[in-house]
Protein backbone atom coordinates (compact mmCIF):
# COMPACT_ATOMS: atom_id res chain seq x y z
CA UNK A 1 0.00 0.00 0.00
CA UNK A 2 1.64 3.27 -1.61
CA UNK A 3 2.15 5.88 1.70
CA UNK A 4 2.60 9.54 0.90
CA UNK A 5 5.20 10.21 -2.10
CA UNK A 6 7.36 13.26 -2.49
CA UNK A 7 9.87 14.29 -4.81
CA UNK A 8 12.48 14.83 -4.80
CA UNK A 9 13.96 13.89 -1.72
CA UNK A 10 16.60 16.57 -1.90
CA UNK A 11 17.11 19.54 -3.34
CA UNK A 12 20.20 22.01 -3.37
CA UNK A 13 19.96 25.39 -5.43
CA UNK A 14 20.97 28.72 -5.73
CA UNK A 15 19.10 31.81 -4.03
CA UNK A 16 17.18 33.02 -6.98
CA UNK A 17 15.94 29.82 -8.76
CA UNK A 18 12.29 28.51 -8.69
CA UNK A 19 12.17 25.38 -6.45
CA UNK A 20 8.73 23.24 -6.93
CA UNK A 21 8.01 20.13 -5.22
CA UNK A 22 5.65 17.27 -5.46
CA UNK A 23 3.10 15.16 -3.73
CA UNK A 24 1.01 12.39 -4.38
CA UNK A 25 -0.90 11.60 -2.00
CA UNK A 26 -3.00 8.20 -0.69
CA UNK A 27 -5.20 6.75 -3.34
CA UNK A 28 -8.58 8.23 -1.76
CA UNK A 29 -7.48 11.20 0.87
CA UNK A 30 -9.68 14.06 -0.16
CA UNK A 31 -7.16 16.40 2.56
CA UNK A 32 -3.90 17.22 1.56
CA UNK A 33 -1.56 19.62 3.65
CA UNK A 34 1.90 20.66 3.15
CA UNK A 35 4.04 21.44 6.16
CA UNK A 36 7.53 23.38 6.91
CA UNK A 37 10.20 21.51 9.52
CA UNK A 38 12.96 23.95 10.97
CA UNK A 39 14.84 23.62 13.88
CA UNK A 40 13.94 27.01 15.14
CA UNK A 41 10.35 27.01 14.46
CA UNK A 42 9.05 22.76 14.25
CA UNK A 43 6.58 22.06 12.15
CA UNK A 44 4.00 24.89 10.81
CA UNK A 45 1.78 23.72 8.33
CA UNK A 46 1.36 26.58 4.94
CA UNK A 47 -1.38 25.21 3.32
CA UNK A 48 -4.49 22.69 3.12
CA UNK A 49 -7.01 21.58 0.46
CA UNK A 50 -9.87 19.42 0.44
CA UNK A 51 -11.22 17.63 -2.60
CA UNK A 52 -8.48 19.62 -4.28
CA UNK A 53 -9.89 23.51 -3.27
CA UNK A 54 -7.34 25.40 -0.82
CA UNK A 55 -9.39 25.93 2.10
CA UNK A 56 -6.31 28.05 4.65
CA UNK A 57 -3.22 29.24 2.87
CA UNK A 58 -2.65 31.46 5.88
CA UNK A 59 0.43 29.75 6.78
CA UNK A 60 2.10 30.56 3.73
CA UNK A 61 5.05 32.72 4.39
CA UNK A 62 5.07 34.95 1.33
CA UNK A 63 3.88 35.44 -2.28
CA UNK A 64 7.07 33.54 -3.14
CA UNK A 65 5.09 30.81 -2.07
CA UNK A 66 2.53 29.09 -3.80
CA UNK A 67 0.53 25.55 -3.89
CA UNK A 68 -1.55 24.04 -6.22
CA UNK A 69 -3.76 20.83 -6.49
CA UNK A 70 -4.89 20.21 -9.70
CA UNK A 71 -6.00 16.75 -8.81
CA UNK A 72 -6.66 14.53 -6.64
CA UNK A 73 -3.25 12.25 -7.40
CA UNK A 74 -0.78 15.43 -7.37
CA UNK A 75 -0.01 18.64 -5.50
CA UNK A 76 2.85 20.84 -6.17
CA UNK A 77 4.36 23.52 -3.93
CA UNK A 78 6.41 26.21 -5.89
CA UNK A 79 8.87 29.15 -4.24
CA UNK A 80 9.95 31.61 -6.84
CA UNK A 81 12.38 33.09 -6.03
CA UNK A 82 14.21 30.82 -3.74
CA UNK A 83 15.72 32.27 -0.72
CA UNK A 84 18.34 30.85 1.92
CA UNK A 85 15.92 31.22 4.41
CA UNK A 86 13.55 28.84 2.73
CA UNK A 87 16.11 26.37 3.65
CA UNK A 88 13.89 23.19 5.06
CA UNK A 89 12.66 20.17 5.46
CA UNK A 90 8.81 20.20 3.54
CA UNK A 91 6.64 17.64 4.24
CA UNK A 92 3.44 16.40 2.26
CA UNK A 93 0.68 14.90 4.44
CA UNK A 94 -2.56 13.32 3.63
CA UNK A 95 -6.10 12.55 5.38
CA UNK A 96 -9.50 10.42 4.60
CA UNK A 97 -11.42 12.78 6.64
CA UNK A 98 -10.96 15.70 9.15
CA UNK A 99 -11.57 13.24 11.98
CA UNK A 100 -8.66 10.79 10.50
CA UNK A 101 -5.36 11.28 11.11
CA UNK A 102 -2.67 12.43 8.44
CA UNK A 103 0.11 10.59 7.14
CA UNK A 104 3.06 12.07 5.74
CA UNK A 105 5.61 11.43 3.04
CA UNK A 106 9.08 11.26 3.88
CA UNK A 107 9.87 14.83 2.95
CA UNK A 108 11.80 16.69 0.81
CA UNK A 109 15.00 18.61 2.04
CA UNK A 110 15.56 21.91 0.70
CA UNK A 111 18.38 23.71 0.91
CA UNK A 112 19.03 27.15 -0.91
CA UNK A 113 22.34 28.50 -1.18
CA UNK B 1 -4.43 31.30 21.61
CA UNK B 2 -3.89 28.45 20.09
CA UNK B 3 -0.81 26.01 21.46
CA UNK B 4 0.58 22.64 22.06
CA UNK B 5 3.54 22.37 23.72
CA UNK B 6 5.85 19.36 25.31
CA UNK B 7 6.92 19.90 28.92
CA UNK B 8 10.58 18.15 28.42
CA UNK B 9 12.46 18.34 25.12
CA UNK B 10 14.77 15.06 25.78
CA UNK B 11 14.38 12.14 27.74
CA UNK B 12 16.72 9.40 28.02
CA UNK B 13 15.72 5.93 29.29
CA UNK B 14 16.96 2.50 29.81
CA UNK B 15 15.98 -0.02 27.36
CA UNK B 16 13.55 -2.55 29.02
CA UNK B 17 11.69 0.50 31.15
CA UNK B 18 8.61 2.20 30.32
CA UNK B 19 8.81 5.82 29.29
CA UNK B 20 5.92 8.57 29.58
CA UNK B 21 6.23 11.74 27.30
CA UNK B 22 3.79 14.25 28.22
CA UNK B 23 2.44 17.14 26.24
CA UNK B 24 -0.06 20.30 27.03
CA UNK B 25 -2.42 21.81 25.45
CA UNK B 26 -4.67 25.12 25.73
CA UNK B 27 -7.71 24.61 23.57
CA UNK B 28 -10.10 23.32 25.41
CA UNK B 29 -12.14 22.91 22.13
CA UNK B 30 -9.86 20.64 20.71
CA UNK B 31 -11.81 17.31 19.55
CA UNK B 32 -9.18 14.80 18.53
CA UNK B 33 -5.46 14.05 19.37
CA UNK B 34 -2.43 12.27 17.92
CA UNK B 35 0.69 11.20 18.56
CA UNK B 36 3.36 10.84 15.91
CA UNK B 37 7.06 9.49 15.79
CA UNK B 38 9.57 11.01 13.82
CA UNK B 39 12.73 9.12 13.07
CA UNK B 40 15.61 11.09 11.20
CA UNK B 41 15.53 11.60 7.62
CA UNK B 42 11.35 10.46 7.55
CA UNK B 43 8.25 12.12 8.03
CA UNK B 44 6.14 11.96 11.04
CA UNK B 45 4.83 8.13 11.17
CA UNK B 46 1.51 7.67 13.43
CA UNK B 47 1.42 5.76 16.36
CA UNK B 48 -1.75 6.08 17.98
CA UNK B 49 -4.87 8.60 18.90
CA UNK B 50 -7.65 9.37 21.34
CA UNK B 51 -10.56 11.42 20.96
CA UNK B 52 -11.86 13.83 23.01
CA UNK B 53 -14.98 11.90 24.96
CA UNK B 54 -12.48 9.20 25.91
CA UNK B 55 -9.54 9.54 28.68
CA UNK B 56 -7.52 5.93 27.54
CA UNK B 57 -6.68 4.19 24.71
CA UNK B 58 -4.17 1.39 24.11
CA UNK B 59 -2.33 -0.25 21.22
CA UNK B 60 0.77 -2.23 20.98
CA UNK B 61 2.96 -1.12 23.76
CA UNK B 62 2.06 2.25 23.72
CA UNK B 63 -1.14 3.88 25.79
CA UNK B 64 -2.37 7.35 25.38
CA UNK B 65 -3.70 9.48 28.14
CA UNK B 66 -6.15 12.04 28.13
CA UNK B 67 -6.89 14.40 30.68
CA UNK B 68 -9.14 17.25 29.98
CA UNK B 69 -9.69 18.64 33.05
CA UNK B 70 -5.95 20.14 32.98
CA UNK B 71 -5.34 19.77 29.13
CA UNK B 72 -2.82 17.11 29.04
CA UNK B 73 -2.41 14.49 27.17
CA UNK B 74 0.64 11.51 28.24
CA UNK B 75 2.09 8.92 25.66
CA UNK B 76 3.13 5.74 27.44
CA UNK B 77 5.55 2.92 26.29
CA UNK B 78 6.25 -0.40 27.63
CA UNK B 79 9.89 -1.63 27.33
CA UNK B 80 10.95 1.09 25.37
CA UNK B 81 13.54 -0.54 22.97
CA UNK B 82 16.28 0.99 20.88
CA UNK B 83 14.06 0.97 17.77
CA UNK B 84 11.57 3.45 20.01
CA UNK B 85 14.59 6.60 19.69
CA UNK B 86 12.69 9.35 17.97
CA UNK B 87 11.45 12.35 18.20
CA UNK B 88 7.77 12.60 19.56
CA UNK B 89 5.30 14.99 18.94
CA UNK B 90 1.47 15.51 19.90
CA UNK B 91 -0.93 17.31 17.78
CA UNK B 92 -4.79 18.20 18.07
CA UNK B 93 -7.19 19.02 15.86
CA UNK B 94 -10.42 21.13 15.92
CA UNK B 95 -12.53 19.11 14.09
CA UNK B 96 -14.68 23.01 12.30
CA UNK B 97 -11.24 24.00 11.44
CA UNK B 98 -11.46 21.59 8.67
CA UNK B 99 -8.55 18.73 9.96
CA UNK B 100 -6.03 21.32 11.11
CA UNK B 101 -3.40 19.89 13.18
CA UNK B 102 -1.57 21.85 15.60
CA UNK B 103 2.28 20.43 16.22
CA UNK B 104 3.49 20.20 19.84
CA UNK B 105 7.36 21.13 20.19
CA UNK B 106 8.06 17.50 19.98
CA UNK B 107 10.13 15.48 22.39
CA UNK B 108 13.23 13.69 21.64
CA UNK B 109 13.54 10.51 23.47
CA UNK B 110 17.08 8.16 23.88
CA UNK B 111 16.83 4.46 24.52
CA UNK B 112 20.10 3.65 26.09
CA UNK B 113 21.17 -0.03 25.88
Known amino acids: DAGVIQSPRHEVTEMGQEVTLRCKPISGHNSLFWYRQTMMRGLELLIY????????DSGMPEDRFSAKMPNASFSTLKIQPSEPRDSAVYFC???????????FGDGTRLSIL | GESVGLHLPTLSVQEGDNSIINCAYSNSASDYFIWYKQESGKGPQFIIDIRSNMDKRQGQRVTVLLNKTVKHLSLQIAATQPGDSAVYFCAEIIYNQGGKLIFGQGTELSVKP
Open chain 1, 49 to 56: FNNNVPID
Open chain 1, 93 to 103: ATSGQSNQPQH
